[in-house]
C-alpha cells in the first residue's frame, strides 16, 4: 500500500513557476514508477511526466521543455518543476505510483493516487 500526499501548488501570474511534491509512505519507493497528472476543468486527466529509479524520465508532449520531475529516493518524493507557466496549465495536479517495468501514460495502469493540488496560472 502506498499513500501519496502531493503539495506545493498556488495561484501565479503567467511566466512564474511553481515546484510540487509528492512525499510517498512505504518502504519500497524506489521500485514504483511516479508520475504527475494533470486535470483541467471539463477536460481528461492527462500525464504530464513521470520518472523511475535509475534516471528514467518521460514527458507528455504539451509540457516538454517547461517542466521537470525529478526524485528523491531518500526521502521518497517525486518532485515537478513548473517553470513559465501559462494560463492552459491551470488545472488539479494528481502524483501516482505504478508497479511497471516502464513509465505507463495510461492513468488506469496507476493503482495509487493523491488527491490533488489545485494550481492556477493568471494572464
Known amino acids: 500500500q502506498v499513500q501519496l500526499v502531493e503539495s506545493g501548488g498556488g495561484s501565479v501570474q503567467a511566466g512564474g513557476s511553481l515546484r510540487l511534491s509528492c512525499a510517498a509512505s512505504?518502504?519500497?519507493?524506489?521500485?514504483?514508477?511516479m508520475a504527475w497528472f494533470r486535470q483541467a476543468p471539463g477536460k481528461e486527466r492527462e500525464f504530464v511526466a513521470g520518472?523511475?529509479?535509475?534516471?528514467?524520465?518521460n514527458y507528455g508532449d504539451s509540457v516538454k521543455g517547461r517542466f521537470s520531475i525529478s526524485r528523491d529516493n531518500a526521502k521518497n518524493t517525486v518532485y515537478l518543476e513548473i517553470n513559465s507557466l501559462k494560463p492552459e496549465d491551470t488545472a488539479v495536479y494528481y502524483c501516482?505510483?505504478?508497479?511497471?517495468?516502464?513509465?505507463?501514460?495510461?492513468?488506469?495502469?496507476?493503482?495509487?493516487w493523491g488527491q490533488g493540488t489545485q494550481v492556477t496560472v493568471s494572464s
Open positions: 512505504g518502504r519500497t519507493f524506489s521500485s514504483y514508477a
Open positions: 520518472t523511475m529509479s535509475g534516471g528514467i524520465i
Open positions: 501516482a505510483a505504478a508497479r511497471s517495468f516502464g513509465i505507463p501514460t495510461d492513468q488506469g495502469l496507476y493503482a495509487y
